[in-house]
């Protein structure tokens, strides 16, 4: 796909409905553009060896950028829904439950949605910010002019990290996550470590783990698409960059919360 | 070799070429003059299809450009050396990797051989000894001799400038101007040079053009253009070079 070329230009109007109509069009179009871009760099995974340097800065940002933020959500999320069930349960006597409670949602829901809201906020805005940097210092048009693929190039590497490195801190999540609700079940609701365990554990079954696993895939590939196409689409300056940043946080928040549901509904 | 034929171009609702015809031929340097934001940048993109026309038509040696695509656009920019106004070095590269890039992506070159060919062309741009550099910690000139070092090295037959000279001191200006030179002499190389440095244009132009506000107005040798009457152009000249 040609990058650099424009699309073709809608002009403003004063008119309510003709803006709302190039709205919608504008919409369109650069979802079209964005789902063709990251099909195209699915497209150029087999080649991923000869970008395997890339591949593993990538995958190094990703990590360190995210970490101590994952940490830390992670935690006390898992504190909160072991608190909020907890005092619930601890009525009808049944607070050695909470264990169950907290894995099964860190698991199906909270660990992939999560880890990847935070990946939106720390690693896509970033990946927006750098690839817009170069679209408008004219670096793309480089890389387009000595025939070197920017989708090949740029972005194919950032989405293939994404992909290996989401399911990673989803599942660190998960983990983190029913560690804190543990620690939050042993000093506030005097459950034993041994029963919390048996509990989180005794009714996890390899389902949900596993779809858990896709949705982060999903996810990564959602975050990473729409961060590398809002950059590569950027026109506009330094002001352009800091729109493509903030267009990349929110398309992809909105993208995780609804896609989320759907593969949650279609799986259970 | 390189014609545009009647082409227009709008950008975001603003026409910036207007019904440009002009022609380049094979060897020697042809240098389009014109003021900021007149839209030479803006042919020189077209040239390379980083913009394609709305109106008219690119041709070289006869062929559309428009009719290329794939391997043909591939093989048709390969013969291109661009060199841009910013430099467009990508950022987190060193200088050495930046100006390595094509030979590294689009050829089989061993290490070596790109090792040598790099150094060979660093020194020729004057940035021997810069190669671990960052292009951030480089002035400006010295960005985009980094950045004609990178559209040098693959010895293109076409060498496209935008504004080579702008943000370089005199003496480096006049270093660039000899490499250009060589470069069309010994290879017999084919420069299109955009600038609004008129002793460079002076110095090296077997051709001249004049672009203002998206239209040609003036296409000759250098003689005849310091000899032009029109007023943009004299004007234009005289803001450069005071009438002594
Ligand atoms: N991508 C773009 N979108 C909208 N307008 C543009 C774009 N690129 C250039 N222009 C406009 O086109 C005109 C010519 O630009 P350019 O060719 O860069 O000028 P210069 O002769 O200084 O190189 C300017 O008025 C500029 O504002
Ligand atoms: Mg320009």
């Not at chain 1, 919608?24 to 060896?49: D, K, Q």
């Not at chain 1, 990290?161 to 399911?167: D, G, R, T």
Request: charge should be negative; aromatic fraction near 8%; charged fraction near 20%.
């Amino acid at each position: 796909m040609r990058m650099t070329i424009e699309a073709e230009y809608l002009p403003e109007s004063d008119n309510l409905i003709a803006e709302l109509g190039r709205f919608v069009l504008t919409n369109i179009r650069n979802s079209g553009r964005g789902l063709m871009m990251v099909f195209e760099a699915f497209c150029f995974f087999p080649l991923f060896h000869r970008r395997w340097q890339e591949l593993v800065r990538q995958m190094f940002m990703v990590s360190i950028k995210s970490f101590g933020v994952v940490s830390l959500v992670a935690l006390f999320t898992g504190m909160i829904l072991s608190l909020q069930a907890g005092i619930e349960l601890r009525d009808y006597g049944q607070e050695m439950r909470v264990g169950t409670l907290v894995s099964e949602s860190m698991f199906r829901e909270m660990g992939p949605f999560m880890a990847a809201l935070i990946l939106a906020a720390c690693v896509g805005s970033a990946m927006a910010a750098e690839l817009g940097t170069m679209a408008v210092s004219e670096e793309l048009s480089a890389l387009e002019i000595m025939s070197v693929n920017p989708v090949y190039y740029l972005v194919m590497p950032r989405i293939l990290a994404m992909m290996i490195m989401c399911p990673a801190l989803t599942i660190y999540t998960n983990v983190i996550g029913i560690i804190g609700g543990g620690a939050v079940a042993h000093s506030q609701l005097g459950v034993e470590w041994s029963v919390y365990y048996d509990y989180a554990t005794m009714y996890l079954d390899m389902k949900e783990i596993m779809v858990g696993l896709l949705k982060s895939v999903v996810f990564a590939v959602i975050v990473s698409g729409v961060g590398c196409y809002q950059g590569v689409a950027t026109k506009g300056g330094a002001v352009g960059v800091g729109i493509a940043t903030r267009r990349a946080v929110v398309i992809s928040f909105l993208l995780i919360i609804s896609v989320g549901y759907f593969i949650t509904r279609s799986f259970y | 070799m390189i014609r545009f034929e009647s082409v227009s171009k709008s950008l975001s609702g603003h026409e910036v070429l207007k019904d440009v015809s002009l022609e380049i031929g094979r060897g020697g340097v042809h240098t389009i003059l014109g003021p900021t934001g007149s839209g030479k940048t803006v042919m020189l993109r077209h040239i390379v299809r980083l913009l394609d026309a709305d109106e008219g038509r690119v041709t070289f040696d006869g062929a559309d450009i428009c009719g290329f695509s794939g391997r043909e656009l591939e093989r048709y920019r390969s013969r291109f050396g661009y060199l841009f106004q910013s430099g467009a070095l990508i950022a987190w590269m060193n200088v050495a990797d930046n100006v390595a890039l094509p030979l590294r992506e689009k050829t089989r070159m061993g290490a070596a051989e790109i090792a040598g060919k790099v150094a060979e062309t660093l020194e020729l741009v004057g940035l021997s000894g810069c190669e671990g550099k960052m292009p951030d910690e480089l002035s400006g000139g010295m960005r985009k001799r980094a950045g004609l070092a990178r559209a040098l090295i693959t010895k293109p037959e076409v060498l496209l400038l935008d504004e080579p000279t702008s943000g370089l001191d005199p003496v480096m200006s006049r270093k660039i101007d000899d490499v250009v030179k060589s470069l069309c002499g010994a290879l017999g190389g084919t420069v299109v040079m955009v600038t609004h440095d008129l002793i460079s244009a002076f110095s090296l132009s077997d051709r001249i053009s004049m672009i203002c506000e998206g239209s040609i107005i003036f296409g000759g040798d250098v003689a005849s253009f310091r000899a032009s009457a029109d007023e943009r152009i004299v004007e234009f000249i005289e803001s450069q070079v005071p009438k002594s």
